[in-house]
């Protein structure tokens, strides 16, 4: 699998490929947002999601896979930290502020910081017609982000702070998508890269989430948790992999701009399997964001 990833690099078959991924990950960061939507205590949610990820992303990444070569422990070191105040600030947010206002800002923040880093980092840039697909998609998110401002009732109070934090997560979004995407390619074999990069960066938040725990004069049973932390972390697998791959064999601007198609399928999922309601306004910013997305796509 390896070698033809690194076969199709730099070639049209790598680009659709890139493509695929970008919006297979599009599709799991819906569903994993939706494994995180209300159930649990936000810090709780992603200790377990990360204690999963540390159980089956160590013994791949021990034996399974070519070890890190020297320098590469260095950037892995710097994904620990980067993706440790991401954590950390999405979990501040989430307490905060309701779901559905909170993800589209984040979201939406991180993809227009991405694709200025992805310029001065890596060289890419962008023509008009992908700028325009970038504004209509961003103009999609954050009119998803207003409108459930006006009709969220609940943390009225904490939802400016909330939004804050958001902004800050989002920043935070395009940081590590820029960082990740340059120890991808550094790394010789990519899945090197991304077993170590979910074991290492996966350490932190369970020890959080125990000490959270300890705290809690009413515990949650500890059962349910654990089951839904190992679906968020094989749906982690999938789409944080998958738009790192996409970076590695295509433009992370790009990568990073499909990705966000997901509150798309935020609302699907949202209408289809928890059967909310779905309006008219809210079905127009989707097609903004998927119609951003295709002018982006098209644009290259």
Do not use: C
Not at 70 to 83: E, N, P, R, S, T
């Amino acid at each position: 699998m390896s070698d033809w990833l690194i076969s199709i690099e730099g070639t049209e078959a790598g680009e659709r490929v890139a493509l695929i991924l970008a919006l297979v990950a599009a599709f799991l960061h819906a569903v994993f947002g939706a494994l995180q939507k209300g159930r649990h205590d936000p810090w709780l949610s992603r200790g377990a999601i990360d204690f999963a990820l540390v159980l089956i992303s160590a013994p791949v990444a021990l034996f399974l896979v070519p070890w890190p070569e020297g320098h590469i422990w260095l950037l892995l070191a710097g994904a620990m930290v980067i993706h440790f105040i991401y954590k950390f600030g999405q979990a501040l947010a989430y307490a905060r502020g309701a779901f559905t206002v909170v993800y589209p800002v984040v979201r939406g923040t991180g993809p227009l910081f991405t694709v200025i880093g992805a310029w001065v980092i890596f060289g890419e840039s962008f023509g008009g017609v992908q700028w325009l697909g970038v504004l209509v998609l961003l103009g999609g998110i954050f009119g998803l982000a207003v409108y459930n401002l006006v009709h969220v009732q609940s943390e009225r109070e904490t939802l400016v702070p909330a939004l804050w934090l958001a902004v800050g997560t989002g920043a935070m979004v395009a940081v590590y998508t820029t960082y990740d995407a340059y120890g991808i390619r550094a790394t010789a074999n990519p899945f090197t890269f991304l077993m170590w990069f979910f074991f290492l960066t996966s350490l932190d938040f369970p020890v959080l989430a125990a000490l959270r725990l300890r705290s809690m004069a009413y515990p949650p049973p500890l059962k349910p948790l654990f089951l839904r932390g190992l679906a968020g972390a094989l749906v982690a697998w999938g789409s944080f992999g998958s738009v790192m791959l996409a970076t590695r064999l295509g433009k992370v601007g790009e990568a990073a701009v499909l990705r966000e198609t997901s509150p798309v399928f935020a609302a699907l999922i949202g209408w289809l399997v928890l059967r909310e309601t779905v309006g008219p306004r809210r079905i127009a910013l989707m097609v903004m964001i998927a119609a951003g997305a295709v002018l982006v796509e098209l644009g290259g």
